[in-house]
């Protein structure tokens, strides 16, 4: 299969590109910037859609960068960074002369309401709350051709766990001083995926033609993990205390108080029709997801 990865250059790129050529499938990535296996979103506006079979995007400013101060230009930054590169890879299987079998979006359980006790599947309802869940709308939205003959897949995923970015990169340094600990209650839920699973989200979407629609990228036990528990879970895998839970005036003096929802509060999402699709999950638990990736 040939597939046009938008913003595969990235930290899920990286690993969904690996896995899509581990498979045998041809990856093209579009980026800011050219190279080699690449065209750039300027080539992508004027030429159009390279001939392939698939379409995925993962375009995205990092929201939680702690060097970009949270305010109008940043998320100006972050809305069209998703936004705009979902329309135009849209705009271009529309305008395809050979459209592609799939197009596959990667969103976010931003959607989701958050709440310590409510437990969300892909049925359940949101999107018109906060900035983060009117964006993923927006983002969706984006995604959508309609009368189109291209089969469409949306994965919104939890916090994505894995060695060479994300949020992790961000903890591991802290953790392995044993200065790392629960952000503030730690009581809130905390939604995670393994880079390894996301990747194969996204794979089996491309490859079985009967999924479609929304699906949860997080783990089956991910409802069950809090955000104290996750920092207890990474101090082990560490052979570390975490004791230091960090309060929440700091986490939001850091981020911004809008931003410091994505860590201070989160939700309890099940990957219902992701596991009725047929998915297998690689690393459906915490404990071994995490030892695989601080190995
Ligand atoms: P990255 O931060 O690694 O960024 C992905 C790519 O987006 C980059 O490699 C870059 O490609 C492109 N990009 C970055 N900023 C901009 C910009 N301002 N304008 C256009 N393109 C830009 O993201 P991840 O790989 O971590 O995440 C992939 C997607 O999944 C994102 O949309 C993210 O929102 C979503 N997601 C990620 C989660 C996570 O925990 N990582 C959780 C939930 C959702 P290039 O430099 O080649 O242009």
Known sequence: MRVVVGGGTGF??????????SRGHQVTHVSRQGG????????LSHSGLPLCDAVVNLAGENVLNPFRRWGDAFCREVISSRVDTTKALAEAIAAAEQPP?????????GFYRPSPTAEYTEDSPGGDFDFF???VSSWEAAALI?????????????????????AISQMLLPFRLGLGGPMGSGLQPFPWIHIQDLSGIVCHALEKESVRGI?????????????GAFAQELAAALGRPALLPVPAWAVRAVFGAERAVMLLQGQRVLPK???????????????????????
Do not use: H, M
């Not at 029709?273 to 190995?295: H, K, M, N, Q």
């Open 215 to 227: 699906l949860n990228g997080v783990a089956p036990s991910s409802p069950g993990t809090s955000n």
């Open 273 to 295: 029709r992701t596991l009725e699709s047929g998915y297998c999950f690689v690393f459906p638990e915490l404990p071994a997801a995490l030892r695989d990736i601080v190995a």
């Open 36 to 43: 080699k296996d690449r065209i750039t979103w300027e080539e």
């Open 146 to 166: 309609p009368g189109s003959p291209t089969r469409g897949v949306v994965v919104r995923s939890g916090v994505v766990l894995g060695r060479d970015g994300g």
């Open 12 to 21: 899920v790129g990286r690993a969904l590109t690996q896995l899509l050529r």
């Open 101 to 109: 079998r799939a197009w596959v979006l990667v969103t976010g359980v």
């Open 133 to 135: 869940s009117r964006l």
